[in-house]
Nanobody, 126 residues
């Protein structure tokens, strides 16, 4: 089992940047595919980005492609989400998630992830 704790959220102006971090407990972090999701009030939780166990493969939602970058440091048991050129529509609670089953493609749906963090709020003012 793995516990996930997000940090780095906050208030930023449109066009600004934030870097989210997700620290994982346990010694098997490098065996988990990791993902970021977000949820705005009244909306479903939506996929943002995913990264393979080695970090060599990534996948992004179209809405963030070219602006967000997911990365991981297996030595530090941490996954990151660098968010640039933020827009008001990026305002949401951001969650990191871990998938423990090896797959041929990176998981992009909520049911595919086994463990979740508590979320961190990102607010972008226009």
């Amino acid at each position: 089992q793995v516990q996930l704790v997000e940090s780095g959220g906050g208030l930023v102006q449109a066009g600004g940047s934030l870097r989210l971090s997700c620290a994982a407990s346990g010694r098997t972090f490098s065996s988990y595919t990791m993902g970021w999701f977000r949820q705005s009030p009244g909306k479903e939780r939506e996929f943002v980005a995913a990264i393979s166990t080695s970090g060599g493969s990534t996948f992004y939602a179209d809405s963030v492609k070219g602006r967000f970058t997911i990365s991981r440091d297996n030595a530090k048991n941490t996954v990151y989400l660098q968010m640039n050129n933020l827009k008001s529509e990026d305002t949401a609670v951001y969650y990191c998630a871990a998938n423990r089953q090896a797959r041929s493609r990176l998981p992009t749906t909520r049911p595919e992830y086994d463990y979740w963090g508590q979320g961190t709020q990102v607010t972008v003012s226009s």
